[in-house]
């Protein structure tokens, strides 16, 4: 079994900054990719940030230049630094793995989510 677990969420004020970790354990064979979502009360969960262990990433268009997304390989762990943060950013914060294998089933993958932590940012 493939768990991830999210810390950091918190309230700060408007222009501050959180970072976000999530690590994810288990019998974990391999990650391809881990990525962060978000949900706002009364709104679809979306697509934050995404990064390939081979380090391509990819951001939704209103955190470009405010949030970054980096992966520990080593400790299968990803972090979203978000700066300059403003009151629409608030939301729960989801961690996400698309493709994880197993060490029991090393050929099929497997997506995992978080729990969530919750990230308000004050005005």
């Known amino acids: 079994q493939v768990q991830l677990v999210e810390s950091g969420g918190g309230l700060v004020q408007a222009g501050g900054s959180l970072r976000l970790s999530c690590a994810a354990s288990g019998s974990i064979f391999r990650i391809s990719a881990m990525a962060w979502y978000r949900q706002a009360p009364g709104n679809q969960r979306e697509l934050v940030a995404f990064i390939s262990t081979g380090g391509i990433t990819k951001y939704e268009a209103s955190v470009k230049g405010r949030f970054t997304i980096a992966m520990d390989n080593a400790k299968n762990t990803v972090y979203l630094q978000m700066d300059s943060l403003k009151p629409e950013d608030t939301a729960v914060y989801y961690c996400?793995?698309?493709?994880?294998?197993?060490?029991?089933?090393?050929?099929?993958?497997?997506?995992?989510w978080g729990q969530g932590t919750l990230v308000t940012v004050s005005s």
């Open positions: 996400n793995a698309p493709g994880i294998f197993t060490t029991d089933h090393p050929y099929r993958s497997l997506e995992v």
